[in-house]
């Protein structure tokens, strides 16, 4: 199992299937960044219950500092049996066979019977700050524009979407423009047009809160188990 983004859904749910006894390939640009949130604290995050957000939470009440949340929940996730970690960019997706073949910026290319894309707001994602744009996501990590246009090239049909960001003490407003599937393209979690890819979090349509994206976690983690035990 892949899963490509280690923001709040890509982290929850490779923990998730890592607890189960799957192993897991958590694939992020960013490591220093796994689980970062859209807010500098965790007041009224409202993670739920059983999910590794709420137990990260509950280990540092009643500090609500992001940051601090941050290391915690890194530890967490570097600690857990089953996680492997990889800082990579993911460029292309091609299923063949029982497998999908994963494409890399750095070039060695990666294998996994089933791909989740849980990567937020940067299929070609684009930071807008004042009048200033970058092709960037949020954090100003580097856009999944070639693995965009892998997907439309597959024939997924992808519309655009936005999201902004209200500004926090020194720090200005900003707003991110990225492409998700229109809602047509996904059955459930699933691609409609490859077998073995699936989607979760901000990057699918529809609105998205903390709650909601952890709670989708689950029940994509609880899909795919489930599958695993199917008889072939």
Not at 29 to 49: C, K, S, V, W
Not at 51 to 64: G, I, K, L
Not at 147 to 170: F, K, M, N, R, Y
């Amino acid at each position: 199992m892949a899963v490509v983004g280690a923001g709040l859904g890509g982290t929850e749910l490779a923990w998730r299937l890592a607890r189960a006894g799957q192993d897991v390939l958590l694939v992020s640009q960013a490591l220093d960044h796994l689980g970062n949130l859209y807010q500098p604290t965790i007041q009224g995050a409202a993670f739920p219950e059983g999910s590794v957000f709420a137990q990260v939470e509950q280990q540092m009440a009643p500090d609500t500092d992001g940051w601090t949340f941050h290391r915690l929940l890194k530890a967490e996730i570097e600690a857990t049996s089953g996680i492997h970690l990889l800082q990579s960019t993911v460029t292309a997706l091609d299923e063949e066979d029982d497998q999908v073949v994963i494409s890399t910026w750095e070039g060695p290319k990666l294998h996994a019977r089933t791909v989740v894309l849980a990567v937020g707001a940067f299929l070609k994602g684009r930071l807008l700050i004042g009048d200033t744009m970058e092709d960037a996501g949020r954090l100003s990590e580097v856009a999944y524009d070639f693995l965009a246009e892998d997907l439309i090239a597959s024939g997924v049909w992808l519309i655009g979407a936005e999201q902004t960001a209200a500004g926090v003490d020194a720090a200005p407003a900003y707003d991110v423009r990225f492409l998700t599937p229109a809602p047509g393209e996904l059955d459930g979690f699933r691609i409609k047009r490859l077998d073995r890819v699936r989607m979760l979090g901000r990057c699918m349509p529809g609105e998205h809160t903390y709650g909601s994206v952890l709670r989708d976690a689950a029940r994509l983690a609880a899909e795919l188990l489930d599958s695993q035990r199917e008889p072939t």
